[in-house]
């Protein structure tokens, strides 16, 4: 089945055509909402939303830009969405808790040192500012083309670049002191 042959089945509500559409971008949905939240269960809801939104508001679908980028769009909404309405300190661990043992687990050094790598890019996302941070996500983690991100932001082309580049400087900075 094409792909307007099942945007159409979809339309009409082929679950099955709307899960076909969606699982094409579901890997890099799922970066794009785990990159702007920065955890893995603020980007579950953010994910749960945009498949939901994206199901309601299939009609309003134009075909002016491609599926895929349409959906990035909405994950980044919904993603920033919960970012706004995070409360405050909710990854924060009670290891006063002596109910629970401790298990150690023997693991290679290079999945440690992988593991730390992506806590410090997560951690230097989050210090960006949320038009730079989206920028990056989307080009980034999306794949998505600079005239895509111009779309999506409202701003032209020539933002978008600017953004990419303060972003990437303000991260290889960031990194650099989390390295020292």
Known sequence: MSDAATLMAARTG???AF????GE???HIWAVCVSITGNAQDAEDALQETL????????????????????H???ANCALAVVRRRKPNTDTVD??????PVVLVDTA??????????DQVRAALATLSED?????????FGDLSYEDIATHQGVGVQTVRSRLNRARSQLAAALATSDA
């Open 109 to 118: 050094p290079a999945v440690d040192e992988r593991v730390a790598r992506e």
């Open 14 to 16: 082929d679950q099955q």
């Open 19 to 22: 899960a076909q559409l969606v």
């Open 73 to 75: 769009r909405i994950a």
């Open 132 to 140: 730079f941070r989206e920028a990056i996500v989307l080009r980034e």
């Open 25 to 27: 971008h579901r890997n």
């Open 95 to 100: 290891f006063t808790d002596t109910e629970r």
């Open 52 to 71: 939901i939104s994206a199901w309601q508001h299939l009609d309003r679908f134009r075909g002016d830009a491609k599926f895929g980028t349409w959906l």
